[in-house]
């Protein structure tokens, strides 16, 4: 494809390229390399003439996320050849059961808050992010994010993000600087195309509540009876690799509850094309806003589930609730 011969994919190969003929240097007889090496340049040779991502059965575009993951894929995923079907099944069920084992428990109650979610995938894996932590027995950290593309690709992304944010927020930074740094480190070893929206949270002993939002879907805030959104401070992660981020601050009273979701749900349609949208999504909110977690969760995706009337779901969907305890 003409648009790709400028694209990343030749640095990729190129790359590949130079370490296969260093090994070949060690190993002048491993048939193996040599054999990958022809591999490599052949799609050298097609980004060459424009005919790089094509699959060689139908003539159509090879699915860009699959070319990220191994740019040397001639067949798009409806004409794979029967070993490369059964290792693509293989490897699907590997991702999904890694990304289920990165999930927090579904329902946790813990000294002043409980937080439920419901996590689903629009196929084998997902690019939502969602996991929350409690790594010092007294702040409690929550996250909820929506990675750019689909598939296994966006699911290493996911996983990803999980390491990072889990890793700083052992290091019990500010709020900012944990956001700041993850984007960086998403930033310095992803492709340009690829960036993460997000909202992270922190609450402590107290109930005073940090939150910081990169891109994504205002979270609602609901105590004492009002709503209040909480709007995007930032660019989505990845876009820059120096980009700062604000953070909201504000109480959490008892009996409050944060709820949290990615745009599967409000961009959501039924039948007839028609959105779920935030005008909806808002008047649910407000009709259900004493509901505790678990079920103000559980509500929120029968609704959706009536509203979509049995029609697939063609985006991933992810809803957090996290709930101050009453005293």
Do not use: W
């Amino acid at each position: 494809m003409e648009r790709l011969r400028g694209s990343p994919f030749r640095k990729k190969l190129n790359d590949r390229h130079k370490k296969l003929k260093d090994a070949l240097t060690v190993a002048p007889e491993s048939q193996q390399l040599r054999q990958l090496l022809a591999e490599v340049d052949a799609a050298l040779e097609r980004l060459d003439t424009g005919t790089y991502g094509v699959c060689l059965e139908c003539q159509d575009p090879i699915e860009p996320e699959r070319l990220l993951a191994d740019p040397l894929l001639q067949f798009c995923l409806d004409h794979l050849p029967p070993p490369q079907q059964r290792a693509l099944e293989e490897d699907l069920e590997l991702a999904y059961q890694i990304q289920k084992a990165l999930l927090p428990p579904q329902f946790t109650r813990t000294d002043g808050f409980e937080v439920a979610y419901h996590y689903q995938s629009s196929g084998p894996v997902s690019g939502d992010y969602c996991d929350h932590l409690r790594p010092d027995g007294h702040d409690f950290y929550f996250m909820i994010g929506d990675v750019s593309g689909k598939g296994i690709a966006a699911s290493m992304l996911m996983a990803h993000l999980h390491a990072s944010f889990r890793t700083l927020v052992s290091l019990g930074l500010p709020l900012a600087q944990i956001v700041e740094r993850a984007s960086r480190m998403f930033c310095e070893s992803t492709l340009t195309s690829h960036f993460a929206t997000l909202v992270c949270g922190k609450v402590d002993a107290v109930g005073e509540v940090e939150i910081c939002n990169a891109g994504h879907l205002p979270p609602f805030v609901i105590q004492r009876g009002a709503i209040e959104k909480i709007d995007s401070t930032g660019l989505p992660l990845g876009m820059f690799c120096d980009t700062s981020y604000e953070v909201r601050k504000l109480q959490f009273s008892p009996g409050g509850t944060i709820l949290l979701y990615t745009d599967g749900v409000s961009e959501a349609r039924d039948r007839s094309g028609v959105e779920y949208g935030a005008e909806r999504l808002h008047d649910f909110v407000k009709e259900n806003r004493s509901l505790p977690p678990k079920e103000l969760v559980s509500a929120l995706t029968e609704d959706l589930r009536g509203f979509r009337s049995g029609k697939s779901f063609f985006d991933d969907v992810t809803v957090m609730a996290i709930r101050r305890m009453p005293e």
